[in-house]
């Protein structure tokens, strides 16, 4: 599965860094792992990251950033407290945030209840006595994750999200931990790129998908980047489908993850990329390709689309016409046709099938 959730009832220190390990992370009350999202009406894909703590030493930047606001402001790291001035804090950074955020901290950092399984701590950054940034961090028993950081939007200017962050990566050397989880990078989207600031390209580790293991960010390429793999791999099959004359578009499918959502009985398409055959047949999509990045392989399908979800997306996301890049219904899949490795076998059979449903003379579409 491209993302996966799991709603422990509690988690121990020595659970949660085995989740980190592994490339998971907190959200809420949860713990989640995913490889795509979508962003602004693009895919893209999440590449989880770390910094070992063992011997790590700040660079001249950060220590620059430390210094200054060490001076000028007062900081304060204890257990993590929901207050109202923390909400008020939240509420006046959400108006300045560029994106969604939820509608509460409480609702962000603890599904809107009032317990935390989570061994939660805080940095707090006061001028005088008005706070003016916190963030939010777990303790495993050997890592620490950054979960929330939020600042007063007047105090721009001093950096205080990295400084937060510089604060808790302190924490974590002071007290003999091993790893710092900052969450995700997205490349081509640079809003996540102020997590790269913590370390150099040779201190800084990545999580590499195909291998399962943690590898210095300096040999970071493009080949590690799932949706990269996804999208070349099915313009290459959509290309060899138009060659022949197949009816074919290329779509987007926000709802891939329904599968997490334990729906009993069914089986939904799990990617978020694929190319709907026969398009001048079917308007909705019936006959899917897909590419399995976990086995190597594409899948070609047959689906059925159900229930409606165009209400919980954008109307720019709508599917109306051939000029639509997403497909807003959840697709059941119905039965496999075929696995295979080569592009030419897919198209062969796609042939043989194109024959027999005897398809009129229509537009050929790729996106």
Not at 28 to 34: A, D, E, I, P, Q
Not at 175 to 186: D, E, I, K, N
Not at 281 to 299: A, L
Request: a negative charge; proline letters at 4%.
């Amino acid at each position: 599965m491209f993302n996966e959730k799991h709603f422990p009832d509690s988690i121990s220190g020595g659970e949660l860094d085995d989740y980190l390990a592994r490339g998971w992370y907190r959200m809420g009350l949860s713990v989640f792992t995913c490889h795509f999202l979508f962003f602004e009406e693009s895919l893209y894909s999440p590449i989880w990251l770390r910094l070992p703590l063992e011997g790590y030493q700040f660079r001249g930047s950060a220590r620059k950033n430390l210094q200054q606001n060490r001076l000028r402001f007062r900081t304060v790291v204890k257990h993590g407290l929901m207050d109202e001035e923390k909400e008020e804090l939240y509420q006046r950074y959400k108006l300045s945030f560029k994106g969604m955020l939820s509608a509460t901290l409480r609702d962000s950092l603890l599904d809107g209840q009032y317990h935390n399984i989570f061994d939660t701590f805080e940095v707090c950054v006061y001028d005088d006595k008005k706070l003016v940034a916190f963030s939010f961090f777990d303790l495993g028993d050997t890592s620490l994750a950054s979960i929330k950081g939020v600042y007063d939007p007047e105090y721009a200017a001093h950096s205080l999200g990295i400084y937060t962050m510089l604060e808790e990566i302190q924490f974590g050397k002071d007290l003999g931990f091993q790893f710092y989880y900052p969450g995700y990078m997205v490349p081509g989207y640079p809003r996540f790129d102020y997590k790269l600031r913590m370390g150099n390209k040779q201190q800084v580790q990545f999580f590499d998908l195909r291998s399962q293991a943690w590898m210095q960010l300096e040999h970071f390429a493009g080949e590690h980047v799932p949706v990269g793999v996804l999208s070349s791999k099915l313009n290459q099959m959509g290309q060899a489908l138009v060659r022949e004359g197949l009816s074919a578009q290329m779509l987007y499918y926000p709802a891939y993850e329904a599968n997490a959502f334990q729906f009993e009985n069914e089986r939904f398409l799990e990617s978020p990329l694929f190319v709907s055959l026969f398009t001048n047949v079917f308007p909705r999509p019936r006959f899917i390709i897909y590419y399995d990045i976990w086995k190597g392989k594409y899948v070609f399908t047959h689906c059925l689309p159900i229930e409606d979800l165009g209400l919980y997306f954008e109307y720019t996301m709508q599917f109306d016409t051939h000029d639509a890049k997403h497909f807003l219904d959840f697709i059941l899949k119905k039965s496999l046709i075929i696995e295979a490795t080569q592009v030419g076998t897919v198209v062969k059979l796609a042939l043989g099938i194109a024959k027999l449903i005897k398809p009129p003379g229509g537009p050929i579409i790729l996106k």
